[in-house]
């Protein structure tokens, strides 16, 4: 009997979870099944078939299995990016009410480089890290687990249970130390993701030891230290180390205090350097044009929700304008009603209920309380240089424009990202212009609290953002509705700031025509005209013969302005050399130049034969043209591709465009070059650097600096067509250069000083020139 109810038991066993007994038993299914029919239990026919339909049924049934390959879908394909894996990493110390996390990164770009996340958190004892962390989609910290923690009441962020598996987006060797309270040992567990998953079929399959450390590594503390070694990233450059600083550092809100939290990002050797002047949120937000803030609470009392808000119009002193302080008690309701909110019908029905005017307290639920702030700066070069820190705001605004969201004072990713623009403010503008502000003018947060808004507001598991359910589209409508609301209350102030600029007067613009008319008139004083007029008509007829091509075949007199652009410019400095002591020689020279140069536009009227150049060969080029104009404005000109000192690379492409190209970022320099030398006079030097960089782009670039002003202009209005604020320019030379970055595949950029290798010195304009990498196009 007791050999029969083994059989039993391990019969069942085997329906249960699909599989035989073990081979060791020498027993089958069958086996099974028979012995069960023959027990005493199963005396009548009635309940054997009924036993044998329930075993036929059970045999139908199929379970799922999971391969071990989606700890790797998990971990490395899921989480977005390194920094967000961080950011993950940085959460869970948060949870475990760490007071200070530490990022360390160590002996970056070589083979022993190491990332090493740790935290003064209440650790984990050898139960939890085996029943909680090494349980993937755990249940721990979410449903009625989801308390608020013992010694900060933190409610905890992570949910999905997966967030530890940011560490195989890292790298490959993972070692985890903890100790928890009143623990004398140190557990540790150490193991190499992609052995793991290579090793082992399936995800039950995979296993890893917890060891017992004695004595402790966390001596009379608590805490977790993850090492990751082994990293995916083999090359980080400034721009990558900067990036990763700017969201370690906006982790926190900058506007609400968290109980003793703080992220502190260190590295142990000289890339250090590369993050240490992030600028401080704080202090560049107190020169702001426009401020906002409010805060849209549910009542105890009442039906509604109450609406408070703040309006703040701050210009520079120097323009006598008159500053403008609004706020919820300047009117009578504190309300929110659906006309301010824009609601139409069918968002009535779809969002708010239909039977109201007014934003209730309902409207509310699955989200709570929303409080913001939001920072509007002009970056119109007259406004920035009131406030006196011109290059410092417009350099924090490309790294932290947008609305950020956080929770408990906790950033939700990607919210308020460069590529994130959640509450469509550039969309608006583009609908209005002038209506609206550009979002790369906002610095803004918006804050919640998880404990109202975990039922509704649902983080991705990817953790890029929230589900667009129902509660996300109301919170998304009621903040983008409020930004509306603000900017109509600063709609007079804007317009009080642009009849102040209109003062400010556009460049002319001069045109073909009456420059080879100057040109003419001043070489007829001169008594040579007859000698270099021939030449003139010469240029006046290929212009004239490219402008009726391009008229009759309908082509976008955009083209034709570029060329316009480029005969210009050295129609006009013919007569500049004219008004000094020349030869005719030297004029006649020019002018063949000119020629040589309407010859070089033809590629944009028709298709060329491109070419490989080396970048070195192609500044050389571009030196030789511009060098009189070097020793006439006393230029220094260096550049480390001429001289090897910097790697060199070979480009693809219509060679003649690219050295026009180059010439007119250079012809820019020098102008303001010029300019500036006027200010400071002759200790001023002038320099222009020409260079490689291979390190910051992740593509081959050529970049070109200046140790002039820089740019005065916003940088996405750099390549835009007819902008500048040079007199007598045309605002179509970078528009120029970047069409011909994009015929190649390239792009035009204008970095940060900080994210490139290059001398302090040329602290004035950059640019970089991004091409293809070798079989992309």
């Not at 085997?14 to 073990?22: E, G, T």
């Not at 083979?111 to 989609?137: A, H, Y």
């Not at 109509?488 to 700031?497: F, G, S, Y």
Request: charged share 30%.
């Amino acid at each position: 009997m007791k050999i029969e109810r083994q059989l039993y038991q391990r019969a069942t066993d085997a329906i249960i979870n699909l599989v035989a007994p073990s081979e060791k038993t020498g027993t089958s299914i069958e086996d099974g099944i028979q012995a069960i029919l023959s027990l005493p239990e199963f005396k009548s026919k009635i309940d054997k078939v009924k036993l044998l339909f329930e075993i036929e049924e059970k045999l139908k049934e199929t379970p799922f299995r999971a391969k071990s390959h989606i700890l790797s879908l998990l971990g490395d394909e899921l989480i977005g990016s390194d920094n967000l894996a961080i950011f993950e990493l940085v959460k869970n110390s948060y949870d475990a009410d760490a007071e200070i996390v530490t990022v360390t990164l160590e002996n970056l770009n070589s083979d022993t480089q190491r990332i090493i996340i740790e935290d003064n958190g209440t650790g984990m004892s050898p139960e939890v890290l085996k029943n909680v962390w090494l349980e993937i989609g755990t249940d721990f910290k979410r449903g009625g687990k989801r308390k608020p923690s013992d010694k900060y009441g933190r409610i905890s962020l992570g949910e999905k249970g997966v967030g530890r598996l940011a560490v195989h987006k890292l790298g490959k060797v993972i070692t985890l130390e903890t100790q928890a309270e009143k623990q004398n040992f140190t557990s540790r567990i150490k193991f190499n993701w992609q052995k793991l998953i290579e090793e082992s079929n399936y995800i039950q399959e995979v296993s890893v030891k917890i060891e017992k450390i004695e004595p402790p590594i966390f001596i009379g503390n608590t805490g977790t230290r993850i090492i990751i070694s082994d990293l995916k990233k083999k090359k980080w450059s400034r721009g990558d180390l900067r990036d990763l600083a700017r969201k370690v550092y906006s982790i926190k809100s900058p506007f609400k205090s968290i109980d003793s939290f703080d992220v502190v990002l260190k590295a142990n050797d000289h890339h250090q350097s590369w993050f240490d002047d992030i600028k401080d949120t704080k202090e560049i937000l107190k020169d702001c044009l426009y401020y906002f803030d409010f805060k849209l609470a549910r009542t105890k009392k009442g039906k509604f929700a109450e609406f408070t808000w703040n309006y703040d119009f701050k210009p520079p002193k120097k323009f006598g304008i008159k500053s403008n302080k609004l706020s919820h008690n300047d009117f009578k309701s504190k309300t929110l009603d659906y006309n301010t909110l824009g609601i139409n019908s069918s968002q009535l029905e779809e969002l708010f209920a239909k039977d109201q005017k007014n934003l209730a307290n309902l409207d509310l639920d699955g989200i709570g309380d929303i409080e913001g702030r939001f920072y509007v700066f002009n970056l119109l070069g007259p406004v920035l240089k009131a406030f006196g820190q011109s290059n410092t705001i417009k350099s924090h605004l490309r790294e932290n424009s947008g609305v950020r969201i956080f929770r408990d004072g906790i950033r939700v990713y990607n919210y308020g990202e460069p590529s994130d623009d959640w509450l469509g403010l550039d969309l608006s503008r583009i609908q209005k212009l002038g209506e609206h502000f550009s979002k790369n003018t906002v610095v803004g947060t918006i804050d919640i609290e998880l404990k109202d808004s975990e039922s509704g507001l649902k983080e991705k598991t990817n953790r890029e953002g929230f589900d667009e359910n129902i509660f996300y589209k109301k919170f998304q409508f009621v903040s983008s509705s409020i930004f509306e609301f603000f900017e109509r209350k600063a709609q007079p102030d804007r317009e009080l700031i642009k009849s102040y600029l209109k003062g400010v007067k556009p460049a002319r613009t001069v045109g073909l025509s009456e420059s080879i008319e100057s040109l003419e008139k001043k070489l007829k004083e001169k008594k040579v005209l007859k000698e270099v007029e021939p030449l003139l008509k010469r240029v006046q007829k290929d212009y004239n013969d490219m402008r009726d091509v391009m008229v009759n075949s309908g082509m976008s007199g955009l083209n034709l302005g570029i060329v316009f652009h480029e005969v210009d410019r050295e129609i006009k400095f013919l007569n500049k050399e004219i008004n000094n002591d020349f030869e005719v020689d030297a004029i006649k020279n020019r002018v063949k130049n000119l020629i040589e140069l309407l010859e070089n536009f033809s590629p944009i009227l028709k298709q060329n034969k491109y070419i490989t150049i080396s970048a070195s060969d192609l500044v050389k080029k571009s030196k030789g043209i511009n060098f009189p104009r070097f020793n006439y404005h006393e230029i220094i000109f260096s550049s480390p591709l001429i001289s090897k000192e910097s790697p060199d690379f070979n480009i693809s492409g219509p060679a003649n465009l690219l050295i026009s190209a180059i010439s007119n970022i250079i012809d820019n320099s020098i102008y303001w070059l010029d300019s500036k030398k006027e200010l400071k006079g002759k200790k001023y030097k002038p320099a222009i650097l020409i260079t490689s960089d291979f390190d910051n782009f992740n593509a081959p670039t050529i970049l070109i600096a200046d140790n002039g002003p820089g740019f005065n202009i916003n940088p996405e209005d750099l390549t835009m067509p007819f902008r500048t604020t040079r007199p007598g320019g045309m605002g179509l030379g970078l528009y120029f250069v970047s069409i011909v970055m994009e015929m190649l595949g390239g792009q035009l950029l204008f970095p940060e000083h900080d994210d490139v290798n290059i001398s302090k010195a040329y602290d004035g304009a950059l640019v970089a020139l991004v091409f293809p990498k070798e079989g992309q196009s």
